[in-house]
């Protein structure tokens, strides 16, 4: 009977022959020898308490990194408790500039032996972006990172991941016992997901491949030319975008026989394979409908089949939210206190108790998941991510995983929380980074970086303007939270204001202008800032408020800008037509028409003349022609302006070298811009 099974066995394989298995060793212990050359050192060991220094570029270029570089409490963790406690599964990635590569690494760390080293179980694969549908369009490509996130089995005896290799994301299935793994690839596709039966060592696998129907009539469309419409995003690629949903192709692999798991072949499931969804109990996060335009959230649960809604105050501003299966008590975070930076922990039983607050931090969580208690990614401002545990009766937390010893090592300048509120009633935030061991009464060189305070002070929004490694170079440096949308600040206000005087007057760009003019303000109130030398920095959102700012003020003297610039002619007529559409929604109009004022407030290129102040742009490749006639209408004007193109990057830059060089060249530009001297306003450099 075993060899009929083993013969039916390698009928299925053949009959799978796209299907790829690959079995290989790796070692339980960390072994040197076989580990990749770029993943040396990767495993975290604490060094020896040593004299302290100041922070350089490469300290964090070379964090350990886990999980979304974003913060948010529901965005996937990158890390994995064991179903039994004891056990902490994190994969992680580290840059490298030199190599421009990541080394791409799963560690396990024993909870019950908290003073030993973690366990390096697998290293290599490449790098993995997010892949995203926006505006409906599919796999838009993006440049930050894939929160890659393990899996447990149900009785912690296999440990499931993604790894990419030779173009294919594959799934690596690994027994941390015996350090014996699998992978499981399809040819020509992907493992977009995968998930363990939660009694049965089974597991069901996603592919999609990388072609699709869709993508071969694009094909035979293109020899005769492509017709331009809705399909394009022109800063993406040159080539339309498929439309239409993905075919997800599933398979299910049976690893319970513990004699024949190397053996198990991946079966293809039918289309429906997944059933029916059923209600259930849970915990969600639902939107109040009044006022409209307030987006307040507020959590909700379903027991027994039944919705029980939270009317509490205490239930609103809800980030995240879960339920514990066999108790029904909810547990959730929400933004509350000031601008809404604090983050308060709750527990609530439906139906029987009110919420109660067991914890309130400003402290930044991410990627949280519910277990015997609350797991979460954390970061402070001086501290990288590490992973803690939140005690859901006394709210204390204790640490479980730190990804950056070597941190311990650095002395990182001091921060002081800053708060302030704009002309418009909104309240802001800031971080004031002072040189470390800063003794000199002389006033400092003020760097203003965007446009999310929250979490560890690294880079700003992007990760391209390294807070403590400027700061150590004799900068003050204040990073700014963008204070609530004006609109929606005024719906919650219950104060009446047309959208099209919002669009036209730019009275969201204003408030974030005058609450960064507040900000300064307050940061000259506590340390000794040198009023002609401040610098603005931006990505995104953060460079339109640098540029709003260069154009409506004469505060900057240097603007370090990751993309530029709004435009009309360009953002309006160069991204495609979807977006087009989505901006006209809004009342963003092409002029000359009825939004000639408004644009007239925030373009560069309509206003050149007017700026007085060195820009250097540092762009990628892809975005590049947005810049263009800005760039040109200011060097006409005689603006001091460069503009640096990075080859095959994203609005997100993710090769390491790049990073490195904007991180780098930022701080050149501002150690030239804080000695040479200042021109009189009007004057051009």
């Given amino acids: 009977m075993k060899q009929l099974s083993r013969a039916w066995t390698q009928l299925a394989l053949c009959l799978l022959a796209s299907i790829s298995v690959a079995t290989d060793r790796v070692g339980a212990t960390p072994v040197q020898a076989d580990t990749p050359l770029i993943c040396r050192g990767i495993v975290p060991i604490p060094r020896a308490a ?21 913060v948010s409490e529901t965005f996937a963790p990158g890390f994995a408790m064991s179903p039994d406690g004891t056990k902490l599964a994190v994969q992680l990635r580290r840059a490298d500039p030199a190599a421009n590569d990541y080394c791409q690494a799963v560690l396990l760390f024993d909870l019950n032996s908290p003073t030993a080293p973690p366990v390096l179980l697998d290293a290599g694969g490449e790098y993995i972006r997010e892949v995203l549908d926006v505006y409906g369009l599919k796999r838009f490509p993006r440049g930050m990172a894939a929160a890659l996130t393990p899996k447990w089995s149900y009785d912690a005896g296999w440990l499931a991941f993604l790894r990419r290799e030779q173009g294919e994301t594959r799934l690596y299935v690994l027994s941390p016992a015996t350090g014996q793994s699998r992978s499981f690839s399809k040819a020509g596709a992907d493992v977009r997901d995968f998930t363990w039966n939660p009694r049965e060592a089974i597991l069901s696998v996603d592919f999609v491949s990388h072609g699709s129907p869709e993508q071969e009539r694009f094909r035979a469309e293109g020899l005769s030319g492509y017709r331009y419409d809705a399909r394009f995003w022109m800063l993406a690629t040159t080539e339309p975008f498929e439309e239409q949903a993905l075919e997800i192709e599933r398979y299910r692999v049976d690893l319970s026989d513990g004699l024949h798991w190397q053996d198990a072949p991946l079966k293809r499931l ?20 009044l006022p409209v335009g307030a987006y307040r959230s507020r959590v909700r649960a379903t027991v027994k089949g039944k919705p029980v809604p939270c009317e509490e105050e205490a239930c609103t501003d809800v980030s995240a939210a879960w339920m514990e299966a066999a108790s029904h008590r909810v547990v959730y975070l929400r933004r509350q206190g000031y601008a809404g930076a604090a983050t308060g922990i709750y527990v609530w039983q439906p139906g029987v108790r009110p919420p109660r607050q067991i914890a309130e931090t ?56 800053l708060r302030w509120v704009n002309r418009f009633g909104l309240e802001g935030i800031g971080d004031l980074v002072l040189p470390p061991g800063a003794q000199s009464r002389a006033p400092l060189p003020l760097v203003i970086v965007q446009y999310n305070t929250r979490g560890f002070l690294r880079g700003g929004v992007g990760d ?36 099209e005087k919002i669009v036209e007057l730019r009275l969201d760009r204003a408030s974030a202008h005058d609450s960064l003019l507040q900000g300064i303000a307050e940061a000259k109130r506590v340390a000794a800032i040198d009023g002609n030398r401040i610098a603005i920095t931006g990505l995104s959102d953060g460079a339109s408020s640098a540029t709003y700012a260069l154009i409506n003020s004469r505060v900057f ?27 006209n929604d809004r009342g963003y109009y092409l002029p000359p028409g009825k939004d000639q004022r408004g644009w007239k407030r925030t373009s560069v290129a309509m206003n050149a003349s007017k700026i007085c102040a060195r820009i250097v742009i540092q762009t990628a490749d892809r975005e590049a022609r947005m810049a263009l006639a800005s760039f040109a209408a200011l060097k006409q004007a005689g603006v001091v302006v460069d503009m640096f193109v990075f080859p095959d990057e994203y609005h997100n830059k993710w090769q390491p070298a790049h990073r490195d060089a ?12 804080a000695t040479e001297p200042m021109p009189k306003c009007g004057a051009r450099r």
């Fill in 50 to 70: 040593s004299e302290k220094r100041a922070v350089r570029p490469d300290d964090l270029i070379g964090l350990r990194d886990f999980g979304s570089s974003a």
């Fill in 270 to 289: 039918p289309a429906d394979a997944a059933g029916a969804v059923t209600a259930s109990d849970e915990a969600e996060i639902v939107t109040d409908p």
């Fill in 362 to 417: 400003e402290d930044a969580f991410t990627g949280c998941q519910l277990a015997a208690q609350l797991i979460c990614g954390r970061e402070t401002s001086l501290r990288p991510r590490d992973v803690i545990e939140i005690d859901l009766e006394s709210g204390e937390t204790r640490p479980l995983a730190n990804l950056n010893p070597e941190w311990d090592a650095l002395m990182p300048g001091p921060v002081t929380r």
């Fill in 464 to 499: 391209e303007y390294p807070i403590q490694a400027i700061g150590a170079e004799g900068f003050a440096v204040l990073s700014i939270s963008r204070p609530l949308d004006y609109g929606v600040a005024m719906a919650r206000a219950r104060k009446l204001v047309s959208p």
């Fill in 557 to 583: 003297s240097l603007a370090l800008l990751s993309t530029c610039c709004e435009d009309p002619q360009i953002t309006m007529t160069s991204i495609g037509p979807r977006y087009e559409q989505w901006m």
């Fill in 662 to 673: 904007v991180y780098r060249r930022s701080i050149a530009e501002l150690k030239r811009w």
